[in-house]
């Protein structure tokens, strides 16, 4: 078992309101985890600023060329996004012990 967390900050144009952010980010997350079932997410950061987010990705797979493209897709998912300016991606591996 492989596994990653991730920690995703974003700026979200155009939001002007704490309620258009959460909706927009329940469209982000909801999309996410359709794009990638293997996926847990949560807001982690930033939840009383409008226009900024961090999201906290885990990710797990069976080997690690699984996991990177995992990884790879994730960052993809977010260069891609109109709605959603990538700043920082942070990637952490979990080791197993």
């Known amino acids: 078992m492989h596994a990653a967390a991730l920690r995703v900050d974003l700026r979200i144009p155009d939001v002007h309101s704490l309620k258009e ?3 927009r980010m329940s469209m982000l997350t909801s ?6 079932p293997a ?3 949560s807001e982690v950061g930033f939840q009383d600023q ?3 987010a961090a999201l ?3 990710l797990v797979a069976p080997d690690h060329h699984h996991l990177e493209r ?6 993809r998912y ?3 996004r109109p709605d959603a300016e990538l ?4 990637l952490s591996y979990l080791e197993r012990q």
């Open 56 to 58: 906290g990705v885990a």
């Open 31 to 36: 999309d996410l985890r359709r794009a990638f």
């Open 70 to 75: 995992l990884i790879v897709g994730v960052r």
């Open 39 to 41: 996926a847990a997410t």
């Open 50 to 52: 409008w226009q900024r």
């Open 78 to 80: 977010f260069d891609g």
């Open 87 to 90: 700043l920082e991606l942070e």
């Open 21 to 23: 952010k959460r909706h």
